[in-house]
């Protein structure tokens, strides 16, 4: 089981069980998954993520089963260079948060960054939201990512997986239907029996397993796999399969 949707860091809002990279793979290796994309969550609200970046990148080599993701805020003047260092820390990724960051995905800062990520054969990871609207501290009301926007530019570049991570239930199904290159996570996606009720709109083929470790219970993601009626192959390409031909992992033909 591969978990797309991993962040570690501090949040001000919040106390996380996992305060050191240790404790956060032991606790993902406990529940059975075998390999995540881990991001730095302090990079989203420090001035420059390559801060958190770097806090937090270097240190994950120590831990094969945590994959690096980057984070990059392309309107800094130095995105470029943060994209440089991630990809020296061996990302196999890049995340970026619009919402937070404050830019539209259809500047061209957005264009300039995809277009570097399709020349590196990398995904984009766009996480659509952090915290539940409903539940965000009164004083940083952030609202979610437009999916009308992901979609435009998932569109624009159809060569460029996009992974958007966090959408709820029909956000995902809208961003699939709606476009060739969007892949989503699970992890928001709450309706009674989750999966199959997603297989029902979507191909098993685009959507991700993804837990929101630590914001969500790592366990509940897989709650919503373990319940789930649904065919072997159908299981496997969501636990695994997708993310290892869409990233050219190891153990899975391109």
């Keep these: ?116 990520l399709a020349g590196r054969k990398m995904p984009l990871l766009v996480q659509m939201r952090l915290e539940d609207e409903r539940n965000q501290y009164p004083l940083l009301k952030v609202s979610g990512v437009e999916i009308e926007e992901v979609i435009k530019l998932a569109n624009h570049f159809p060569e460029v997986p996009v992974f958007a991570l966090c959408p709820y239930f029909e ?23 989750t999966v199959s009720a997603l297989l029902k709109e979507i191909p098993a083929t685009r959507v991700l397993f993804g837990s929101h470790t630590p914001f969500l219970y790592t366990r509940s993601a897989i709650m919503k796999i373990k319940a789930t009626e649904i065919h072997r192959k159908d299981l496997e390409a969501i636990t695994h399969r997708n993310i290892r031909r869409l990233m050219k992992l190891e153990g899975e033909k391109p």
Aim: net charge negative; glycine share 6%; charged share 15%.
């Design 171 to 193: 956000e995902a199904i809208d961003m699939v239907k709606n476009s060739t290159n969007i892949y989503v996570d699970i992890s928001f996606v709450e309706i009674l029996n």
């Design 1 to 116: 089981m591969i978990d797309v949707n991993v962040c570690f860091g501090h949040w001000p809002f919040q106390k996380f069980p996992y305060s050191t990279l240790r404790a956060l793979n032991e606790g993902l290796k406990k529940e059975g998954i075998s390999q995540s994309l881990v991001s730095s969550l302090d990079a989203v609200l420090y001035p420059d993520p390559d801060w958190g970046n770097e806090s937090l990148l270097p240190g994950l080599s120590f831990y094969p089963n945590l994959m690096p993701v980057g984070v990059v805020n392309p309107l800094l003047s130095n995105w470029r260079e943060t994209l440089e260092r991630c990809i020296g820390w061996e990302a196999k990724a890049i995340k970026i948060f619009p919402n937070y960051h404050s830019y539209p995905l259809s500047s061209s800062v957005v264009t300039a960054l995809i277009n570097e």
